[in-house]
Each structure stands twice: as structure tokens, then as C-alpha cells.
């Protein structure tokens, strides 16, 4: 009963380094995104993707890119880290059709030193 | 930007009480969704709305779809310790560009004190 997995749990990274954040789900859902959650500003969409080889930008995309090159998987990538990218993310994925609960992964905590 | 109005930010309330908190679009949703977040976890579904006008109850918990689309709220009623953690609104909107797409208010933090 995995649901959506997110990996690493925390990291730490200097500012210029490049990383990638982890998810996966198992439940065959179309959509899957990509929030970033910071003091006063709730949850910001910062990318998502309504299937396999479909994404698209969210409210926050500046900095990130993504890519769906199977259902299960929908990486994040940051490329050149900034200090404004530390944050807790959170990947998140739904069905497109019937009932629309978005399930949560547990998150990362991104610092960039 | 972020279209969804959450108020109020922050709630300190004795346990026992009742407790209130809203969302307001300016654009039309077609599902209302209530979240609530414990520290250090993802969000966790409350309740989901999907019809105008829909009243739904989880234990102490209810929520209402805005006849006009455009808002929800979410009670608490008799609160508890436990209650304590941020809660989020979320609506989704079925059709045009943002198909799919899911945005969240900017939460409620909400503490509890016995």
C-alpha cells in the first residue's frame, strides 16, 4: 500500500549544485504534480503532468524542470540550485476521471546553502 | 498567481470550541476539497465536495460547495488537541486549459489549546 513515494526525505545542497527529486506512484493515476510549500504561501504548483510524455508549468516554474516518461514517475529536476529554492516539496497525484482526491507524498526539505 | 482566498490565516482556539474557516475563487471550480496537514507529513483528505449547494460531514467535521462555485467553508465543531495542524482548501476545475490542475489556498494554521 505504497501510494506516492517520495525520495530523499531531506537534503541539503550548495547553491549552483544540480539534483533531482524523486516520485512514484502505484496507483495508475493520470496526473501527478509537483508543490513546493514555504511559510504564509500554502501550496504552489510548480509543475504537473495529465499523463505519460505531458507536462506542463504551474504557478512556480521558474528553476525546475520536469519530465513523464512513464506513468508511475515524475521527477524534478533543479538545475542550478538557489537559495530561494529552499523549501519542502511535495508530489502529489490523482485520477483525471470520477472522484479527484490528490494523494500526498510525505515530502522533501530542500536546503540550499 | 495563486487564486484561491483562505481566511483566516491563523486560529488559536481553547478546546472545546467550534471552529470555522473559508475559501473564495474568483474563478469557478467544479470539486472543493479540504485538506489537513500534521507537521512533518503531506496532506491528508477531510472531505470532498463535488456538487453546488453539497453539505457533507465527516465525524466532527463539515463542509459546504458554495451555491455559486466560488467558495467553501469547513467546520470543526467541538474541538480537540488533536485538531492542531495547518488546513488546506483545494478546487479543481474539469475542463478548458487548466484540466486536471489542482490549486490549494494558503491554509489555516490552527491551534488547540487544552
Known amino acids: 500500500n505504497a501510494g506516492v513515494t517520495q525520495t530523499p526525505k531531506f537534503q541539503v545542497l550548495k547553491t549552483g549544485q544540480s539534483m533531482t527529486l524523486q516520485c512514484a506512484q502505484d496507483?495508475?493515476?493520470?496526473?501527478m504534480s509537483w508543490y513546493r510549500q514555504d511559510p504564509g504561501m500554502g501550496l504552489r504548483l510548480i509543475h504537473y503532468s495529465v499523463g505519460a510524455g505531458i507536462t506542463d508549468q504551474g504557478e512556480v516554474p521558474n528553476g525546475y524542470n520536469v519530465s513523464r516518461s512513464t506513468t508511475e514517475d515524475f521527477p524534478l529536476r533543479l538545475l542550478l540550485a538557489a537559495p530561494s529554492q529552499t523549501s519542502v516539496y511535495f508530489c502529489?497525484?490523482?485520477?483525471?476521471?470520477?472522484?479527484?482526491?490528490?494523494?500526498f507524498g510525505q515530502g522533501t526539505r530542500l536546503t540550499v546553502v | 498567481g495563486q487564486q484561491l482566498n483562505q481566511s483566516p490565516q491563523s486560529m488559536f482556539i481553547q478546546e472545546g470550541e467550534d471552529v470555522s474557516m473559508n475559501c473564495t475563487s474568483s474563478s469557478i471550480f467544479n470539486t472543493w476539497l479540504w485538506y489537513k496537514q500534521d507537521p512533518g507529513e503531506g496532506p491528508v483528505l477531510l472531505i470532498a465536495l463535488y456538487k453546488a449547494g453539497e453539505l457533507t460531514s465527516n465525524g466532527r467535521l463539515t463542509a459546504q460547495f458554495g451555491i455559486t462555485r466560488k467558495d467553501s467553508f469547513l467546520n470543526i465543531s467541538a474541538s480537540i488537541p488533536s485538531d492542531v495542524g495547518i488546513y488546506f482548501c483545494a478546487g479543481h476545475r474539469a475542463g478548458g486549459t487548466s484540466y486536471g490542475k489542482l490549486t490549494f489556498g494558503q491554509g489555516t494554521i490552527l491551534t488547540v489549546h487544552p
Open positions: 502529489a497525484s490523482k485520477a483525471l476521471q470520477g472522484n479527484t482526491e490528490a494523494f
Open positions: 496507483m495508475n493515476h493520470e496526473y
